[in-house]
């Protein structure tokens, strides 16, 4: 599967922006999709991650009602709603999957085996 990450860019603190995870390759509804995000000097952290079937979502502690991964199967795309940014979550945010239907979910990287090329996000104060 390739993925496809957009949406990034450069908002005031306080501000919302909204990214995408775009996936070709077999059904999008058979895999996994796990959100990270990595500053400079920083690991490669969680941020959200999806079941194949959606009905599963994990949130990294710290960012649990401010974050909302979704995904839309038919659009093979999987999406990140990001609200009341701050400048901490300042990072390059990647997308990956794995092949996995059903309701569970991933969080570490490792459990990934296909990965976006990652899209910047800044935030300023």
């Known amino acids: 599967v390739q993925l496809q990450a957009c949406g990034g860019g450069l908002v005031q603190a306080g501000g919302s922006l909204g990214l995408s995870c775009a996936a070709s390759?077999?059904?999008?509804?058979?895999?996994?999709i796990g959100w990270f995000r990595q500053a400079p000097g920083k690991e490669r952290d969680i941020v959200a991650a999806?079941?194949?079937?959606?009905?599963?979502?994990y949130y990294a502690d710290s960012l649990k009602g401010r974050f909302t991964i979704s995904r839309d199967n038919p659009k093979n795309t999987v999406y990140l709603q990001m609200n009341s940014l701050k400048p901490e979550d300042t990072a390059v945010y990647y997308c990956?999957?794995?092949?996995?239907?059903?309701?569970?979910?991933?969080?570490?990287?490792?459990?990934?085996?296909?990965w976006g090329q990652g899209t910047q996000v800044t935030v300023s104060s």
């Open positions: 999806i079941s194949g079937s959606g009905a599963g979502t």
């Open positions: 990956a999957a794995r092949y996995a239907s059903g309701p569970n979910y991933y969080s570490r990287p490792s459990d990934y085996d296909y």
């Open positions: 390759g077999r059904t999008a509804r058979s895999y996994a």
